[in-house]
């Protein structure tokens, strides 16, 4: 039995996003200060929450940058994976922190159920209009080249769905304006609590998965087991497994069991398909030649 072993890290795709990630969190940080004093002032639930809204998107900003600062730290004696994984625990933190925050924005929309207030409908009109150039804007920063990196990707998608809230804000605020029905206001700050519910559980599934290490979801393990068998050296597979070393970086480890011999080269090939085919970059393969196709397996199915 012969045993052939590598592990292959491949080639990051690295673009230099520190600058679009410091004027982003800027003017977003000082846009969400405003709105959130403009909410408070013009008596706006719905500026509040969409400043909350805001807020959530600007800490994901934040824990992507960490992690692309995190992945660039080298593996020390002791953390031999380097700190790539921590960005998991950040999108953790990140989501108890926007639930805190919800529960207090809930809390104070229904306490202002029923009360006669007066909502000032021309600051939310303003606000919510410079929000929708401001989120536009962060939008435009990450567009460049988001299809290569998940965080970046997500940073786009983000700030577009908040550019498409800012402007149902305007419009609700137009509505006020010209027809006096202030709880329109709390219907729109219900709405935008909603879309934040629904963002931080999807943040939170997906970061407790992958912190124990299940197959991240941009994978689909079977079309890898699939790639696997048709390789016409390989007799049989078992052992796979597939987890994520951050929130970016997939790893992988197989064995495969071969009918011929085989070098480096035949190794180098599947890494270099994993990482186009599947943007896994990080490959631990086993040959194992004459292992035979009636070995025991362990194969994820």
């Not at 380097?82 to 999108?91: K, M, W």
């Not at 069991?257 to 393969?285: M, P, V, W, Y």
Request: include cysteine.
């Amino acid at each position: 039995m012969e045993h052939h072993h590598s592990h292959s890290h491949g080639n990051h795709h690295e673009i230099n996003y520190n600058q679009a990630f410091k004027l982003g969190i800027a003017i977003n940080v000082l846009f969400i200060v405003a709105e959130s004093l403009y909410g408070f002032w013009s008596n706006s639930m719905a500026l509040i929450a969409d400043a909350g809204h805001n807020l959530s998107d600007v800490l994901a900003l934040v824990f992507a940058w960490v992690g692309i600062l995190l992945s660039q730290r080298k593996p020390t004696l002791k953390f031999t994976y380097g700190f790539r994984r921590s960005t998991i625990l950040i999108a953790i933190l990140n989501t108890v922190l926007l639930l805190a925050a919800v529960g207090i924005m809930i809390y104070e929309t229904i306490s202002r159920m029923g009360e006669v207030i007066h909502i000032n409908s021309i600051n939310i009109i303003v606000i919510a209009s410079i929000g929708i150039f401001v989120n536009g804007f962060t939008a435009w920063l990450f567009m460049k080249d988001n299809k290569h990196d998940l965080n970046i990707r997500s940073a786009f998608v983000h700030f577009v769905a908040d550019t498409l809230v800012s402007l149902g804000v305007v419009i609700a605020g137009v509505i006020m304006y010209y027809t006096g029905i202030t709880w329109i206001d709390t219907l729109v700050s219900f709405v935008i609590i909603a879309i934040i519910l629904y963002s931080s559980y999807q943040l939170l599934i997906s970061s407790v998965s992958l912190a124990i290490d299940a197959v991240p979801e941009n994978i689909n393990i079977s079309e890898v087991k699939g790639y696997f068998e048709t390789l016409r050296e390989v007799d049989s597979i078992h052992d796979l497994h597939i987890w994520a070393l951050s929130t970016t970086d997939t790893a992988l480890t197989v064995h495969l069991a071969t009918n011929e011999q085989t070098d480096f080269s035949f190794i180098s090939k599947i890494q270099h398909e994993l990482h186009n085919k599947f943007e896994i970059r990080h490959a631990t393969i086993q040959v194992e030649y004459g292992y035979g196709k009636h070995a025991c397996h362990s194969v994820c199915k």
